[in-house]
């Protein structure tokens, strides 16, 4: 396998993770696909190679590995070297549609083609492209080259190699991926969008103010949830208070509430966490002590981190009343 990357697309996402690659030393050819004029093409590719020096400037000390940078319009671009392509055009099935076929006439046989779609399905996407199989979404989170997390979403009919190369590939830049199907909202839009969608309600009903409500989520959820996952923090603090709490608040806030079946069996079934020895996770009972313990640990360097954070972060600029 060639170390090469192609990323066809130089907006947000496309520059996120050129230069998240750059700064791990690999090669990188990113094509700008859009119809444009020479001169808009020419002045386009400048700025957007300008801004990755500077932002590799700011990330590794120096912009050496710009050499290893090809910035090019879709007349010019050369990709048969490339072993992952990374699309990352408008999240418009046409204007993905148009991307795609074009990639197709230019990657090599073995290329394992990603698409950053945030939204269409990877069933969607690879009746896009010539070889099914070899379609993968990969979800950056933004911004690409911080966000340790990458979502891999296959489908049945996506060969496991095209998996293996891609997982294997964002491992190597020290990335995280997360292999999940074919459903919608991956696994973290799909949360995200809950918790976003109910933290904009609580304004709209008054219950906190927006700098609250972020300062909760900062100090509490966030810094909770980078040490215990939800489906860990269901056995930590036992199912059973998810259980009652989710009768209560579907009660008194609505049918949004209701808890999934699951959360059922596992009161039904001695699985309520680390009580039981059983919930998500199986629990070894010698080995919770020490599990315990370990947990508290992250936490404590986590809040080490965020506590000067959180009380002197950045402010949100706001707009001043004339
Ligand atoms: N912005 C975000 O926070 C995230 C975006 N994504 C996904 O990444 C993909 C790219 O999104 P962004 O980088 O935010 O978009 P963007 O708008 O910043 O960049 C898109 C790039 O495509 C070019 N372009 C515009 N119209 C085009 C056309 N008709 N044909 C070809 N190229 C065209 C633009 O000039 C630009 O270079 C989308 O699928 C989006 O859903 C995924 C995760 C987060
Ligand atoms: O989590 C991200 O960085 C992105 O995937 C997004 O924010 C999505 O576009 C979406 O979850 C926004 O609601």
Redesign the pocket.
């Known amino acids: 396998m060639t170390d090469e990357i192609a990323v066809i697309?130089?907006?947000?996402?496309?520059e996120g993770i050129a230069l998240t690659f750059l700064a791990a030393g690999l090669p990188v050819v990113l094509a700008?696909?859009?119809?444009r004029t020479d001169d808009e093409r020419s002045a386009?590719c400048g700025r957007v190679r300008d801004r990755l020096a500077e932002q590799l400037r700011a990330k590794v000390g120096d912009d050496a590995a710009l050499a290893g940078l090809t910035v090019c319009g879709r007349e010019t671009a050369e990709l048969s070297g490339a072993a992952v392509v990374f699309e990352?055009?408008?999240?418009?099935i046409e204007?993905?549609r148009?991307?795609l076929a074009w990639a197709c006439t230019r990657v090599g046989e073995s290329a394992v083609i990603a698409?950053?779609?945030?939204?269409f399905l990877v069933t969607e996407i690879a009746k896009l492209v010539d070889r099914p199989g070899r379609v993968v979404n990969a979800?950056?989170?933004?911004p690409a080259d911080l966000m340790p997390l990458v979502e891999v979403s296959r489908s049945d009919d996506t060969d496991p190699d095209a998996v293996a190369t891609l997982t294997g590939l964002l491992e190597r830049i020290g990335k995280v991926p997360v292999v999940c199907g074919p459903a919608a909202g991956y696994i973290v839009p799909r949360l995200q969008a809950l918790v976003m969608n109910e933290a904009a309600r609580m304004v709209e009903e008054g219950v906190a103010s927006a700098a609250d409500i972020d300062l909760a989520v900062r100090a509490g959820l966030g810094p909770r949830f980078s040490v215990l996952g939800p489906l860990e923090f269901i056995d930590w603090g036992g199912c059973d208070i998810l259980y009652y709490a989710s009768r209560y608040l579907k009660g008194e806030l609505g049918e949004r509430f209701q808890h999934p079946d699951v959360i059922e069996r596992h009161m039904t079934t001695d699985r309520r966490g680390l009580q039981d020895g059983a919930g998500f996770y199986d629990f070894d009972p010698a080995g919770v002590p020490e599990y315990r313990a370990a947990r508290m640990r992250e936490f404590q360097d986590v809040f080490g981190l965020r506590e000067p954070h959180l009380r002197n972060g950045t402010p949100v600029p706001t707009k001043q009343e004339d």
């Open positions: 697309g130089a907006g947000r996402m496309g700008d696909v859009k119809e386009y990352a055009v408008p999240e418009v204007v993905k148009e991307a698409s950053t779609t945030s939204t979800h950056w989170l933004n």
